[in-house]
């Protein structure tokens, strides 16, 4: 794709982020706090990759990953709930497995759309993303989902066999937009209902 370029895609966009960070930033060292957030990185990237997700952006404690671009396949809301649900049952292994009480709980949302995709920016700095409604609502309903707890929309509920299990659907009011979005929800490990 040359620079600058973009091109219209169905993507799937995956928001990831840590619940309570700013209290922990507030109590640790700023070096323990930069491990935690590795063992978390560490932990949901191979995840996301596998899955043929793109890492767009870490966003401080937050990942925003991009699934059907560049890699193209037409399963890519279901390799995003996938990979979303893999990384819920990591943080509950690294949970279980930890010897301290400073713990990462991680929120996601997970929203299908249009969207233009490509490298955006300028010479000095440019990078490959996905612009697009899909984005926003992904990122606005990803800060409603609870520690463990997978959000996804109507459109990728769609996209997933039908038997599995999921709450809802319920509708919620999104920061920033006037009409209600149809939500599904999946706790995962000792969290879940």
């Given at each position: 794709?040359?620079?600058?370029?973009g091109q219209r895609?169905?993507?799937?966009i995956?928001?990831?982020d840590?619940?309570?960070f700013s209290?922990?930033?507030?109590?640790?060292?700023p070096e323990?706090?930069?491990?935690?957030a590795?063992?978390y990185?560490?932990?949901?990237?191979?995840?996301l990759?596998r899955?043929?997700?793109?890492?767009?952006?870490?966003l401080?404690?937050?990942?925003?990953a991009?699934?059907?671009?560049?890699?193209?396949?037409?399963?890519h809301a279901?390799?995003?709930?996938e990979a979303?649900i893999?990384?819920?049952?990591?943080?509950?292994?690294l949970a279980?497995?930890?010897q301290?009480?400073e713990?990462?709980?991680v929120?996601?949302?997970?929203?299908?759309?249009?969207?233009?995709?490509?490298?955006?920016g300028?010479?000095?700095?440019?990078?490959?993303?996905a612009?697009g409604?899909?984005?926003?609502?992904?990122?606005r309903?990803?800060?409603?989902?609870?520690p463990?707890?997978?959000?996804?929309?109507?459109?990728?509920?769609?996209?997933?066999?039908s038997?599995?299990k999921?709450?809802?659907?319920?509708?919620?009011?999104?920061r920033?937009?006037?009409?209600?979005?149809?939500v599904?929800?999946?706790r995962?490990?000792k969290?879940?209902?």
């Amino acid at each position: 794709m040359p620079v600058g370029a973009g091109q219209r895609r169905q993507v799937t966009i995956f928001f990831a982020d840590c619940r309570g960070f700013s209290a922990l930033a507030e109590k640790l060292p700023p070096e323990e706090l930069v491990r935690l957030a590795n063992r978390y990185f560490g932990a949901c990237m191979p995840i996301l990759l596998r899955h043929d997700g793109c890492i767009d952006k870490l966003l401080g404690d937050g990942i925003m990953a991009v699934f059907g671009a560049p890699i193209v396949r037409p399963d890519h809301a279901a390799q995003a709930v996938e990979a979303a649900i893999e990384v819920q049952r990591e943080m509950e292994r690294l949970a279980a497995a930890s010897q301290t009480r400073e713990l990462v709980e991680v929120g996601i949302a997970i929203h299908t759309g249009e969207a233009i995709v490509g490298n955006v920016g300028t010479a000095e700095v440019m990078d490959f993303t996905a612009f697009g409604d899909v984005v926003n609502v992904a990122s606005r309903l990803q800060a409603l989902a609870a520690p463990g707890e997978v959000l996804v929309t109507e459109q990728v509920r769609r996209a997933l066999p039908s038997d599995e299990k999921w709450e809802g659907p319920r509708s919620v009011t999104l920061r920033g937009r006037h009409e209600p979005v149809s939500v599904y929800s999946r706790r995962i490990g000792k969290r879940s209902a």
